[in-house]
């Protein structure tokens, strides 16, 4: 498979995701709900053609967009100076059809921090030091594109009930497939339980490994504690990594 179409083949299933769940609904107390693969679609698609061009080792996979991160930037995890800076994305940013006033879209020029973007990001490049060595073996993405308020507060999609999780997870299994398909990883690393667990049901029967990362969100009071260090053990002690500090 070429370059080219490894990259195509992301950005068809990303439109394919962006379409199925923009035909989605859901009820209180969800006041609003945010798609960056719509109105964030030009920074998103720099990051599939730039980095999604050839298979890799290692996919780590998120639950959702952050309010501060990829809500902002249209990518996965997006600290805004790590993605302008690191990752050398900066594009234009739209506005969802309904912006939440408690939570504006402000694109490249938002300064709130995304800490668990800022921490992701940070081992990967105290570990390879360029994007280009990160991504010769490794790729992010999220789970489900969607972001959901309940005005000012941030919900997560585990937080929803059944009637609508089931139509949301059977869209953001199948792209899950398509992207595990297009790059052909040995392994796929849940950032935390909720990754892990929808990967597990979306992968079974296909050939790779599932395994798990502390989630680096500063609500998860383990992961103010040396969450980079803990990472690494973890992906050490599973075989995805070397030793740690060794790429």
Request: proline residues 9%.
């Amino acid at each position: 498979m070429d370059s080219i179409s490894i990259a195509a083949r992301l950005i068809a299933a990303a439109q394919t995701l962006s379409a199925d769940v923009g035909r989605l609904t859901f009820s209180p107390p969800v006041s609003h709900v945010y798609n960056p693969l719509d109105y964030a679609w030009a920074p998103h698609e720099i990051y599939l053609r730039r980095f999604g061009n050839e298979t890799k080792q290692v996919i780590f996979l998120g639950m959702n967009p952050g309010p501060f991160g990829m809500v902002q930037c249209g990518v996965p995890f997006g600290e805004i100076a790590t993605v302008r800076d690191w990752l050398g994305i900066d594009a234009p940013v739209g506005k969802p059809q309904r912006e939440n006033p408690k939570r504006p879209i402000e694109g490249f020029t938002c300064r709130r921090a995304e800490v668990s973007g800022h921490r992701l990001w940070g081992l990967f490049r105290t570990r390879f030091g360029t994007a280009e060595a990160f991504f010769a073996e490794h790729f992010v993405a999220n789970y489900c594109p969607l972001a959901f308020f309940d005005q000012g507060r941030n919900l997560t999609p585990d937080k929803l009930p059944n009637t609508e999780t089931t139509p949301l997870y059977a869209a953001c299994d199948a792209h899950l497939r398509e992207v595990v398909t297009a790059l052909a990883p040995a392994w796929v690393i849940g950032i935390g339980s909720f990754a892990e667990a929808r990967a597990r049901t979306a992968l079974q029967g296909m050939p790779l490994r599932i395994g798990k990362i502390l989630h680096p969100s500063p609500a998860n009071p383990a992961a103010n504690r040396g969450w980079a260090e803990a990472a690494s053990v973890q992906l050490v002690a599973q075989g995805v990594w070397s030793q740690p500090g060794i790429a």
